[in-house]
Nanobody
Framework: QVQLAESGGGLVQPGGSLRLSCAASISMFNIYGMNWYRQAPGNERELVAAITTGGGTSYADSVKGRFTISRDNAKNTVFLQMNNLKPEDTARYYC???????????????????WGQGTRVAVSS
């Protein structure tokens, strides 16, 4: 069964906005830290934003001031609000869930408990 399901991707013009959602069908969602990654063709996977169980957030320098991560534990959902999008934001965006200490950008994917299938974001005029 699907544990994490991303939605909200699409095609947007530069300067536009999108809101990604990651719906989790896992019990005790509130104990999971949640991260958003992205991967563009030919590039390595990049940690974009992270939110801990306590609501602490962190962002990649490339998206600071433009992206906002949030979570709604009552709805088992994490969000990524993306504003002022740029062509270099074009990628497939994934959410990932983990229990325990916050994951580092260089941590292997196997250190996460769940991954979604991703949603595509394309920024182009």
């Amino acid at each position: 069964q699907v544990q994490l399901a991303e939605s909200g991707g699409g095609l947007v013009q530069p300067g536009g906005s999108l809101r990604l959602s990651c719906a989790a069908s896992i019990s005790m969602f509130n104990i999971y830290g949640m991260n958003w990654y992205r991967q563009a063709p030919g590039n390595e996977r990049e940690l974009v934003a992270a939110i801990t169980t306590g609501g602490g957030t962190s962002y990649a320098d490339s998206v600071k001031g433009r992206f906002t991560i949030s979570r709604d534990n009552a709805k088992n959902t994490v969000f990524l609000q993306m504003n002022n999008l740029k062509p270099e934001d074009t990628a497939r965006y994934y959410c990932a869930a983990y229990v325990g200490q916050p994951r580092l950008p260089q941590d292997a994917p196997e250190l996460y408990d769940y991954w979604g299938q991703g949603t595509r974001v394309a920024v182009s005029s």
